[in-house]
């Protein structure tokens, strides 16, 4: 599942398409004509209240691809050039791997706005959180459960199915205009993404070391390796690591950069692919 998210700004707009907006639209979200699209997939957003630009947000993004997107854009805008990206997401599933063995080893370097968010899907994990720029992990299948989704009703989906995905927008995009929007696959959006060989209780403790260790762990499971990396200095981190805490197996864990970099090419170059799940059967 490559692009999740695709929204453009335009000081320009053909003609008709502004004034079906005007005719059709709704006042709403700091835009004087919003309406909604569904032949081409989109909804258009005419008229900011500030600047007077237009924004047109593209809807199941997944399941289109960059070709049908510029054909739309040059449909409603005009010529791409002028085009710029408001916020994209990409991400990645991946199937196999529990939700909380990716909390218990990722890690993100130099970063230190973090956090973790409970609902009823389970947890989300944020490795970066900022307005800009955000990574995060959560258990997509049980999303896509809580929301009733026709994929999860129709379909036997892998447990657990985790989606790394990381959220651009404003200044923290490294490409601000849609006509260069391929150069996203030759960048590196996880590049200072590990999995830290830290994750298991080292064996040879005495008892009080057991129980502290284990209360790590635990504290680690709960809010992921790196939140619980956070609440200590790095000196005093990396003398509790060292204590109590041993390597753990690295091999489970695939090159996520190198699969997000494969899936963001996979959608500019026009090819959506998407896991054949067996059907569910009627009771």
């Known amino acids: 599942m490559p692009a999740d998210k695709l929204e453009l700004l335009s000081h320009k707009i053909r003609p008709r398409f502004l004034d079906l907006?005007?005719?059709?639209?709704?006042?709403?979200?700091?835009?004087?004509?919003?309406?909604?699209?569904?032949?081409?997939?989109?909804?258009?957003?005419?008229?900011?209240?500030?600047?007077?630009?237009?924004?047109?947000?593209?809807?199941?993004?997944?399941?289109?691809?960059?070709?049908?997107?510029?054909?739309?854009?040059?449909?409603?805008?005009?010529?791409?050039?002028?085009?710029?990206?408001?916020?994209?997401?990409?991400?990645?599933?991946?199937?196999?791997?529990?939700?909380?063995?990716?909390?218990?080893?990722?890690?993100?370097a130099r970063i230190q706005n973090c956090s973790v968010i409970r609902s009823r899907t389970g947890p989300t994990f944020y490795l970066r959180r900022s307005r800009a720029h955000t990574v995060l992990i959560y258990n997509k299948l049980r999303q896509l459960q809580s929301i009733g989704s026709p994929l999860f009703k129709n379909y036997l989906m892998p447990d657990p199915l985790v989606r790394v995905e990381v959220q651009l927008k404003g200044h923290g995009l490294p490409v601000r205009y849609f006509h260069e929007l391929d150069k996203f696959a030759e960048l590196d959006l996880l590049q200072n993404l590990s999995f830290s060989e830290i994750g298991q209780k080292r064996s040879g403790l005495n008892t009080t070391d057991s129980l502290a260790a284990e209360g790590l762990l635990r504290k680690i499971e709960e809010s992921g390796l790196q939140m619980t990396s956070k609440e200590y200095s790095s000196q005093k981190w990396a003398y509790l690591a060292k204590k109590f805490l041993r390597p753990a197996s690295q091999s489970q864990f695939p090159d996520l950069n190198k699969l997000l970099r494969q899936s963001i090419r996979d959608w500019l170059e026009n090819r959506t692919r998407f896991p054949r799940y067996p059907e569910r059967r009627r009771t």
């Open 21 to 108: 907006a005007i005719a059709e639209g709704t006042r709403k979200g700091g835009y004087d004509h919003v309406v909604e699209l569904p032949k081409i997939s989109a909804a258009l957003h005419c008229k900011g209240y500030r600047n007077g630009i237009h924004k047109l947000v593209f809807r199941d993004v997944a399941h289109l691809n960059f070709r049908y997107c510029k054909d739309i854009v040059s449909e409603v805008f005009g010529p791409s050039s002028w085009v710029r990206i408001a916020r994209v997401d990409w991400c990645v599933d991946i199937s196999g791997i529990p939700l909380l063995d990716f909390a218990l080893h990722c890690r993100l």
